[in-house]
């Protein structure tokens, strides 16, 4: 696609609820980035995909929290047993995975909004 | 601990003039600095870079510079339009190697508002 797809852009969960969240990037793109962004805040790591391979999952904040990409290219972001304080905006880039710093740039989609009551 | 900070939450210029936002970091490590503009319900949108063996990188109106010793870079807007208007936020990147290779750090963010 032209650019990097998430879905649901809005979910709304009771507290205890799982939920996923699909991330679609940039055809071709060997990166993949997910942010958590509190409301007020700069987006802030949670894990990245070289492929299918998850190369850095340093960022997940608890064993609640899941990623997973597995042929390299949807990805999904599982949260288990949902708590309030893990409503936020969920942003996932992608980038080509170039070395060249300039042709890295990574690209965001438009985030899935999660409440969790 | 934040190592990229944006001490201004808002700023508000006149439409025609410069806008500066600010942008502080503390780890010595990183050596590749952003700028992305977000706009509401959208994600951040890059906007310029610029590597820490260059001091100024500049596109069209757009000019990033960067003090290396003060750990602190600029971004420049000239002229400003209402366009313009939006949140910005400051990234960082370290060349761990490896698994780190890419994992951007944001400061907070400064909220533009550009006036007619």
């Known amino acids: 696609g032209a650019g990097v797809s998430q879905s649901p852009r809005y979910k709304v969960a009771k507290r205890g609820q799982d939920v996923a969240l699909r991330c679609d990037p940039i055809?071709?793109?060997?990166?993949l980035f997910w942010y958590q962004q509190a409301l007020g805040q700069g987006p802030e790591f949670l894990t990245y995909f070289q492929n299918e391979a998850q190369l850095d999952k340093s960022g997940l904040p608890s064993d609640r929290f899941f990623a997973e990409r597995p042929e390299g290219s949807v990805s999904t972001l599982k949260i288990q047993r949902t708590q309030q304080e893990d409503s936020a905006v969920y942003l996932c880039?992608?980038?080509?995975?170039?070395?060249?710093?300039?042709?890295?740039?990574?690209?965001f989609g438009a985030g899935t909004r999660l409440s969790v009551l | 601990d934040q190592q990229v900070k944006q001490n201004s939450p808002s700023l508000s210029v006149q439409e025609g003039r410069i806008s500066i936002l600010n942008c502080d970091y503390t780890n010595s490590m990183f050596d590749y600095f952003l700028w992305y503009k977000k706009y509401p319900a959208e994600g951040p949108t890059f906007l310029i870079s610029i590597s820490s063996i260059k001091d100024k990188n500049e596109d069209g109106r757009f000019t990033v510079f960067l003090n290396k010793s003060a750990k602190h870079l600029s971004l420049h807007i000239v002229p400003s339009q209402p366009g313009d208007s939006a949140v910005y936020f400051c990234?960082?990147?370290?060349?761990?190697?490896?698994?780190?290779?890419?994992?951007?750090?944001f400061g907070q963010g400064t909220i533009l508002t550009v006036h007619p």
């Open positions: 055809s071709g793109h060997v990166s």
């Open positions: 880039a992608s980038s080509l995975g170039a070395i060249i710093r300039s042709k890295n740039i990574q690209y």
């Open positions: 990234a960082a990147q370290h060349n761990a190697g490896g698994t780190s290779y890419g994992k951007l750090t």
